[in-house]
């Protein structure tokens, strides 16, 4: 069964610092990985999408890559401000069960002004 | 195009009503997804419709859980007979006919049963 894990749970930084959000999941047997921001009481929003073919997906100051082999993938945010505090998610959809998404629990960041 | 819509977006009921969220998917989009997540959790998969089709539903999607998709375009989660363990934020999600599909979420729909 594939089980998800985010580590840290919660990310206390100062403005300005550049981070990484950490996701492993334990059966290398993907399509692709997505990460998402959550607002509080919000929905999610995709941030960037990786195939099981790539290494890394860029978006403005997000970075993602993914290391299919050791199930691992990280998200980087550079020069981090406040309006990037929100909760982190990563999933990841798999070859043979079925279509569904799954999460991690996610990463809760706290940016400081 | 203006995202995938959900409504209500707050539903606050009494413990034996029934409930029914709706879901209008990104209008190209073939699939549709529900999702439920609780505090602190990360989302859970309920069940999926490709077009009008729902093609799997999890465990989780016990016989008071009934999901629709009648033409293919909006859907709709019915709770029947609502208890306290289902307050929770119900999402909804939409993406092209792909393995490789991004999802896109709704901004989901908070029930909390009284």
């Known amino acids: 069964k594939q089980e998800v894990t985010q580590i840290p749970a919660a990310l206390s930084v100062p403005e300005g610092e550049n981070l990484v959000l950490n996701c492993s999941f334990t059966d290398s047997a993907i399509y692709n990985l997505q990460w998402f921001r959550q607002d509080p009481g919000k929905g999610l929003t995709s941030l960037l999408l990786?195939?099981?073919?790539?290494r890394e997906q860029t978006s403005g100051r997000l970075n993602a890559s993914l290391d299919k082999s050791s199930g691992r993938s990280t998200l980087y945010i550079a020069a981090s401000q406040p309006g990037d505090s929100a909760t982190y998610l990563c999933a990841v959809r798999q070859l043979q069960a079925g279509t569904a998404l799954i999460f991690g629990k996610g990463t809760t960041l706290s940016v400081s002004s | 195009d203006t995202g995938v819509s959900q409504d209500p977006r707050h539903k606050i009921t009494k413990r034996g009503q029934n409930v029914t969220f709706r879901c209008d998917p990104i209008?190209?989009?073939?699939?549709l997804y529900w999702y439920r997540q609780t505090l602190g959790q990360g989302p859970e998969f309920l069940t999926y419709f490709q077009n009008e089709a729902q093609l799997e539903k999890s465990r989780l999607l016990s016989d008071r859980f009934s999901a629709e998709r009648p033409k293919g375009s909006f859907s709709t989660l019915e709770i029947q007979r609502t208890e306290q363990g289902d307050s929770a934020m119900y999402l909804c999600?939409?993406?092209?006919?792909?393995?490789?599909?991004?999802?896109?979420f709704g901004e989901g729909s908070r029930l909390t049963v009284l």
């Open positions: 999600a939409s993406s092209y006919i792909s393995e490789a599909g991004e999802l896109f």
């Open positions: 209008s190209e989009h073939n699939r």
């Open positions: 990786i195939q099981s073919s790539q």
